[in-house]
Protein backbone atom coordinates (compact mmCIF):
# COMPACT_ATOMS: atom_id res chain seq x y z
CA UNK A 1 0.00 0.00 0.00
CA UNK A 2 1.18 3.28 -0.94
CA UNK A 3 2.02 6.11 1.84
CA UNK A 4 0.50 8.96 -0.53
CA UNK A 5 -2.73 10.13 0.69
CA UNK A 6 -5.58 9.71 -2.14
CA UNK A 7 -5.31 13.49 -3.27
CA UNK A 8 -0.96 13.87 -3.58
CA UNK A 9 -1.65 10.11 -6.41
CA UNK A 10 -4.63 12.35 -8.24
CA UNK A 11 -1.78 15.59 -8.29
CA UNK A 12 1.26 13.26 -9.63
CA UNK A 13 -0.70 11.93 -12.31
CA UNK A 14 -1.96 15.01 -13.46
CA UNK A 15 1.87 16.77 -13.71
CA UNK A 16 2.91 13.19 -15.32
CA UNK A 17 -0.07 13.99 -17.79
CA UNK A 18 1.24 17.09 -18.48
CA UNK A 19 4.59 16.48 -18.89
CA UNK A 20 3.39 13.53 -21.34
CA UNK A 21 1.14 16.12 -23.58
CA UNK A 22 4.11 18.77 -23.46
CA UNK A 23 6.81 16.20 -24.90
CA UNK A 24 4.00 14.89 -27.45
CA UNK A 25 3.07 18.59 -28.42
CA UNK A 26 6.86 18.99 -28.95
CA UNK A 27 7.64 16.03 -31.33
CA UNK A 28 4.72 16.78 -33.17
CA UNK A 29 5.53 20.41 -33.95
CA UNK A 30 9.07 19.16 -34.41
CA UNK A 31 8.05 18.10 -37.66
CA UNK A 32 6.24 21.27 -38.84
CA UNK A 33 9.65 23.00 -39.44
CA UNK A 34 10.00 21.58 -42.92
CA UNK A 35 6.58 22.25 -43.42
CA UNK A 36 7.47 25.85 -43.66
CA UNK A 37 10.89 25.50 -45.10
CA UNK A 38 11.49 27.25 -48.64
CA UNK A 39 12.35 24.56 -51.05
CA UNK A 40 15.42 23.72 -51.63
CA UNK A 41 16.56 24.27 -55.40
CA UNK A 42 19.98 23.04 -57.20
CA UNK A 43 22.13 26.69 -58.35
CA UNK A 44 25.06 26.31 -60.72
CA UNK A 45 27.63 29.23 -60.34
CA UNK A 46 30.47 29.85 -62.77
CA UNK A 47 32.80 32.12 -62.09
CA UNK A 48 35.84 33.84 -65.09
CA UNK A 49 38.21 33.02 -63.97
CA UNK A 50 37.52 29.60 -62.04
CA UNK A 51 38.05 28.71 -58.46
CA UNK A 52 36.29 31.28 -56.51
CA UNK A 53 34.60 30.88 -53.01
CA UNK A 54 30.76 32.00 -53.37
CA UNK A 55 28.41 32.14 -50.58
CA UNK A 56 24.50 32.85 -50.89
CA UNK A 57 23.44 35.37 -48.49
CA UNK A 58 19.82 36.69 -47.10
CA UNK A 59 19.54 39.38 -45.45
CA UNK A 60 22.90 38.54 -43.74
CA UNK A 61 22.16 34.84 -43.41
CA UNK A 62 24.22 32.64 -44.89
CA UNK A 63 21.92 29.84 -47.30
CA UNK A 64 24.74 28.01 -48.49
CA UNK A 65 28.22 28.04 -49.98
CA UNK A 66 30.55 26.59 -52.92
CA UNK A 67 34.41 26.21 -51.77
CA UNK A 68 35.45 26.47 -55.50
CA UNK A 69 33.59 27.73 -58.76
CA UNK A 70 32.19 25.67 -60.95
CA UNK A 71 30.26 24.48 -58.14
CA UNK A 72 26.39 23.58 -57.42
CA UNK A 73 24.61 24.55 -53.86
CA UNK A 74 21.46 23.51 -52.47
CA UNK A 75 19.98 26.19 -51.69
CA UNK A 76 16.40 27.00 -49.69
CA UNK A 77 15.32 29.46 -51.43
CA UNK A 78 13.05 32.09 -50.18
CA UNK A 79 10.11 33.85 -51.78
CA UNK A 80 12.70 37.29 -52.71
CA UNK A 81 16.54 37.11 -54.41
CA UNK A 82 19.11 36.48 -52.65
CA UNK A 83 22.96 37.68 -53.02
CA UNK A 84 25.55 35.36 -54.13
CA UNK A 85 28.71 36.90 -53.41
CA UNK A 86 32.58 35.71 -54.89
CA UNK A 87 35.66 35.84 -53.72
CA UNK A 88 38.91 35.20 -55.31
CA UNK A 89 42.19 35.93 -54.28
CA UNK A 90 43.80 39.44 -55.69
CA UNK A 91 40.29 40.13 -57.19
CA UNK A 92 37.61 42.68 -56.01
CA UNK A 93 34.74 40.55 -55.24
CA UNK A 94 31.82 39.96 -57.71
CA UNK A 95 27.60 39.74 -56.73
CA UNK A 96 24.98 39.07 -58.27
CA UNK A 97 20.92 38.82 -57.23
CA UNK A 98 19.54 34.99 -57.96
CA UNK A 99 15.94 34.49 -57.85
CA UNK A 100 14.12 32.05 -60.10
CA UNK A 101 17.12 30.90 -62.46
CA UNK A 102 18.95 28.08 -61.82
CA UNK A 103 22.51 29.07 -62.49
CA UNK A 104 24.42 32.46 -62.49
CA UNK A 105 27.86 33.69 -64.23
CA UNK A 106 30.30 35.85 -63.08
CA UNK A 107 32.99 37.51 -64.10
CA UNK A 108 36.21 39.06 -62.05
CA UNK A 109 38.14 42.22 -63.02
CA UNK A 110 41.33 41.26 -64.19
CA UNK A 111 44.24 41.64 -61.21
CA UNK A 112 46.53 44.02 -62.38
CA UNK A 113 46.67 46.37 -65.79
CA UNK A 114 43.97 46.10 -68.27
CA UNK A 115 45.78 44.40 -71.48
CA UNK A 116 44.95 46.55 -74.75
CA UNK A 117 44.22 49.23 -72.46
CA UNK A 118 45.65 52.91 -73.31
CA UNK A 119 48.53 53.53 -71.28
CA UNK A 120 48.04 56.51 -68.55
CA UNK A 121 49.83 60.04 -68.76
CA UNK A 122 51.68 61.31 -65.91
CA UNK A 123 50.02 64.27 -63.96
CA UNK A 124 51.80 66.95 -62.45
CA UNK A 125 50.81 69.18 -60.58
CA UNK A 126 51.25 72.89 -60.92
CA UNK A 127 51.42 74.99 -57.34
CA UNK A 128 48.79 78.08 -57.23
CA UNK A 129 50.76 81.30 -56.22
CA UNK A 130 49.34 82.69 -52.80
CA UNK A 131 46.85 85.83 -53.67
CA UNK A 132 48.77 89.52 -53.46
CA UNK A 133 47.82 91.45 -50.70
Known amino acids: MSMLPRCAKKHALFALSKVGVLALAGLLLAGCGSMFAPPARQIAVKTIPAGARCEFDDQGYMLANIDATPGTASVEMPDHEVQVVCRLAGRPNVTAMVG ?11 AGPIPNAAPTQPVTATPIPPPDR
Open 100 to 110: NQNSVSLTFEP
